[in-house]
Nanobody, 124 residues
Framework: WVELEESGGGSVQPGGSLRLSCKESTDSYNNYLRGWFRQAPGEEREGIASIYTGSGSTYYATSVLGRFTISHDESKNTVYLQMNGLKPEDTGVYYC?????????????????WGKGTQVTVSA
């Protein structure tokens, strides 16, 4: 069983930056797929970034490509999401998740473990 806890959310103006962290309770799942998802008010949750920690390969949704960076620090059992150039449409609850590769990397079907989420608000 893996427990995930997100942190780093908050309020920021458009164009600003935030770094989200996802602390994992165990280091026994290093070769897992890690992902970041977000859910905007009134919308379904969507996958935005993923990393396979066995190789370091990453994949991003088109909406965040070039602005967000996912990374993994094995020594700290932590996955990060660096978010630059934030836009109002990036507002939502951000969740981290971990699981095995079963299908497209941003699909929820891959992920067995989820954090409770952290709020990100982008407004002027």
């Amino acid at each position: 069983w893996v427990e995930l806890e997100e942190s780093g959310g908050g309020s920021v103006q458009p164009g600003g930056s935030l770094r989200l962290s996802c602390k994992e309770s165990t280091d026994s799942y290093n070769n897992y797929l890690r992902g970041w998802f977000r859910q905007a008010p009134g919308e379904e949750r969507e996958g935005i970034a993923s990393i396979y920690t066995g190789s370091g390969s990453t994949y991003y949704a088109t909406s965040v490509l070039g602005r967000f960076t996912i990374s993994h620090d094995e020594s700290k059992n932590t996955v990060y999401l660096q978010m630059n150039g934030l836009k109002p449409e990036d507002t939502g609850v951000y969740y981290c998740a971990a699981g095995l590769i079963r299908t497209g990397w941003l699909a929820e079907a891959n992920y067995d473990y989820w954090g409770k989420g952290t709020q990100v608000t982008v407004s002027a």
